[in-house]
């Protein structure tokens, strides 16, 4: 624990927030697996009409994707009034965390391309984890202003983290919306940046991003929610790129799902 608090602070008196820091991160991390292992959760090219009776309970995915970003863009930006005059470190948290969803929701508006429908309860899911895991972090940050500051200072490794992993998202972002020409529906593999490595390097800036978030808020809760989202994408990565082995048959070999040469 002595080794630990150089990184961290200690954990709050919350017995909320010490319980959410193993149930959200747990669940998260379990739906993760489930990816893996060919459960997936029912949007982008994992969308499958057969498999869903009502079409009254389907969204359009663009429609979905802007509800599961908005709850946790509105609750990063009520913390600013919230919780006001609070100290440099949550400010920037709270800074990253809105910038994080606003581009997201930008992204949904005027860059990518949708051709599938989002399960209602996808939606919901996704943005109650999202809603969810961004007020705790915010709240769990404000807690911790009345305790001792971990002795090794790592906010300046988390904006650097947190300013890579967006920039690289958004640019492997671009990259997938240029995949399709307008009007086309169908999937091709993408190519460019580090397509030519890993199915999903968007995915890896994403968590390079959340571990950016846990190294500006060096929290028990934010760093367990970093390796659970890790895990989540990690999955979700590795279903994304035997989906692409089943559609083209000349896939290549040597990409890999989420880390260059590894994995």
Known sequence: ???????????PSSLFVNVMTVVSSAV?????LSEARGKHMKYSKFWNTANNASKSSNLSARLGMLLAYTPAFLVSVASL???????RRILLLKSALILHFFKRNLEVLFLHKYS??????????????????????????HLS?????????LKKIGITLFLIGIIGNFYHHYLLSQTRKQGETS???????????????????????YFGFALISQTIYSLF???ATALYLSGR??????????KFEHFPNHVKALLPFLF
């Not at 599938?116 to 940050?141: C, L, R």
């Open 1 to 11: 624990m002595d080794t630990l608090s150089e990184f961290v602070f200690p954990p």
């Open 28 to 32: 998260v991390a379990v739906v993760g």
């Open 81 to 87: 009034w919230l919780f006001p005059n609070e100290d």
């Open 116 to 141: 599938s429908k989002m399960a209602i309860n996808t939606v919901i899911t996704i943005s109650f984890s999202y809603f969810s895991s961004t007020a705790i972090m915010i709240y769990t940050q």
């Open 145 to 153: 202003q009345d305790l001792p500051e971990p002795s090794i200072d």
């Open 187 to 209: 999937y091709k593999i993408p190519k460019g940046g580090l397509f030519s490595l890993v199915i999903c390097p968007h995915y890896l800036f994403e968590i390079i991003e």
């Open 225 to 227: 929610f970093a390796f």
């Open 237 to 246: 990565s590795n279903a994304t790129r035997k989906w692409y082995v089943s």
